[in-house]
């Protein structure tokens, strides 16, 4: 089911959700973990060793793990024809979308992941799970950021706060414009060192595109494509590559390749969404319960793709995963 529908979460879960067991920023490997920098193979290394938070535990065996608060949050995605299970993104808006697991490790087995829409302030400061669902997560208000440069177009950003309990933490790569953060993506964690409750998962977040951009882009007078690509974020060695076709019928196509496995899917673009068509899965996806969604980001020159994927695979099993994926250029840019 959505989010919308939803048992309200347990009080003490409430919009508290725990950090990390043991702070994963502050040790020796932390310039490499996943929670402190993202898990790209191209980091730049960490400035200096990452300060703990206040009252961070000192070992996992005190906030055990609570898969019941996931559950609140069974957002089951489904090909229930073309529709959008996790709602659309308007033009222009805010615009993202995240899994959620029990726990702080951010990532768990399939059943036990669950999507939800996602939303951040644009200067790090603050996010929200499942905003204006009911068991929504508001994350620390205020928290602090720290910004790393990268060898590529993308920053490093760590944003952690404390209020009373509650602890939360930001680990993303961002593009920015001068102190705005257009797109950001990657791990997200919130929780309560009293209750032990903790939620975490990963994100891909940014503004949907314009109108005005996507009526320039459907009504071109040579039809437009825009192709991204890119590493997804719960297991990043896996590589999503998206094309957009424009124009009457706006359409789109995908493929995903991972060491262990590969498929394709395809369907129809509306507005800035885009979703699956049943009949458009490679061979190896089985079952019904399948679905690829996602939207187009940003204007002309700093475009990106937001999506999630939700699959059955012949011999896999369950795969879910969401992805930033950036714009390719193969020519002039309108």
């Given at each position: 089911?959505?989010a919308?529908?939803?048992?309200?979460?347990a009080?003490a879960?409430?919009?508290?959700?725990?950090l990390?067991?043991?702070d994963?920023?502050?040790?020796?490997?932390?310039?490499?973990s996943v929670?402190?920098?993202?898990?790209?193979?191209?980091l730049?290394?960490a400035?200096?060793?990452a300060?703990?938070?206040?009252?961070?535990?000192t070992?996992p065996?005190?906030?055990?793990?609570?898969?019941?608060?996931?559950?609140?949050?069974d957002?089951?995605v489904?090909a229930a024809?073309e529709?959008l299970?996790l709602?659309s993104c308007?033009p222009?808006?805010?615009c993202g979308?995240a899994?959620i697991?029990?726990?702080?490790?951010?990532?768990?087995?399939?059943?036990?992941t669950?999507?939800?829409?996602f939303?951040m302030s644009?200067?790090?400061t603050?996010?929200?799970?499942?905003?204006?669902?009911t068991g929504?997560?508001a994350s620390?208000?205020g928290?602090?950021?720290?910004?790393?440069t990268?060898?590529?177009?993308?920053e490093?950003?760590?944003a952690t706060?404390?209020d009373?309990?509650?602890r939360s933490?930001?680990?993303?790569?961002?593009?920015?414009?001068?102190?705005?953060?257009?797109?950001?993506?990657d791990?997200?964690a919130?929780?309560?060192?009293s209750t032990?409750?903790?939620?975490?998962?990963?994100f891909?977040?940014?503004?949907?595109t314009?109108?005005a951009d996507?009526d320039?882009l459907?009504n071109?007078?040579?039809?437009?494509?825009l192709?991204?690509?890119?590493?997804?974020?719960?297991?990043?060695s896996?590589?999503?590559?998206?094309?957009?076709?424009?124009?009457?019928?706006?359409?789109?196509?995908?493929?995903?390749?991972?060491?262990?496995?590969?498929?394709g899917?395809?369907?129809?673009v509306t507005g800035?969404?885009?979703?699956?068509?049943?009949?458009q899965?490679?061979s190896n996806?089985v079952g019904s319960?399948n679905?690829?969604q996602g939207a187009?980001?940003?204007?002309?020159?700093?475009?990106?793709?937001?999506?999630?994927?939700n699959?059955?695979l012949?011999?896999?099993?369950?795969?879910?995963?969401v992805g930033?994926?950036?714009e390719?250029?193969?020519?002039s840019?309108d």
């Amino acid at each position: 089911m959505l989010a919308a529908d939803a048992p309200n979460i347990a009080p003490a879960a409430g919009g508290a959700a725990m950090l990390a067991a043991s702070d994963p920023c502050a040790g020796p490997g932390a310039a490499s973990s996943v929670h402190c920098w993202g898990p790209w193979s191209a980091l730049a290394p960490a400035a200096g060793a990452a300060a703990a938070l206040p009252d961070t535990p000192t070992g996992p065996g005190e906030y055990p793990l609570r898969p019941e608060l996931a559950a609140n949050f069974d957002t089951e995605v489904s090909a229930a024809g073309e529709t959008l299970p996790l709602g659309s993104c308007a033009p222009g808006a805010p615009c993202g979308f995240a899994t959620i697991v029990a726990g702080t490790t951010g990532s768990d087995a399939a059943d036990q992941t669950d999507f939800v829409r996602f939303d951040m302030s644009t200067d790090g400061t603050q996010f929200t799970v499942a905003p204006g669902e009911t068991g929504e997560i508001a994350s620390v208000a205020g928290m602090s950021t720290v910004y790393m440069t990268r060898p590529d177009e993308f920053e490093n950003l760590r944003a952690t706060g404390a209020d009373g309990d509650q602890r939360s933490r930001l680990i993303a790569r961002v593009i920015r414009s001068g102190d705005e953060i257009n797109t950001a993506a990657d791990y997200w964690a919130n929780g309560n060192t009293s209750t032990g409750t903790a939620n975490s998962g990963f994100f891909a977040w940014g503004r949907a595109t314009s109108q005005a951009d996507l009526d320039a882009l459907n009504n071109a007078s040579i039809p437009r494509s825009l192709s991204f690509s890119g590493p997804m974020s719960v297991d990043n060695s896996t590589t999503a590559s998206i094309t957009i076709n424009f124009g009457a019928q706006p359409a789109w196509t995908g493929s995903w390749t991972n060491p262990a496995y590969s498929f394709g899917a395809g369907g129809k673009v509306t507005g800035a969404d885009f979703v699956s068509a049943a009949d458009q899965f490679t061979s190896n996806v089985v079952g019904s319960d399948n679905v690829v969604q996602g939207a187009l980001l940003g204007d002309a020159g700093n475009r990106s793709v937001a999506h999630v994927i939700n699959v059955e695979l012949e011999g896999i099993g369950r795969i879910k995963d969401v992805g930033l994926l950036r714009e390719q250029f193969t020519g002039s840019e309108d």
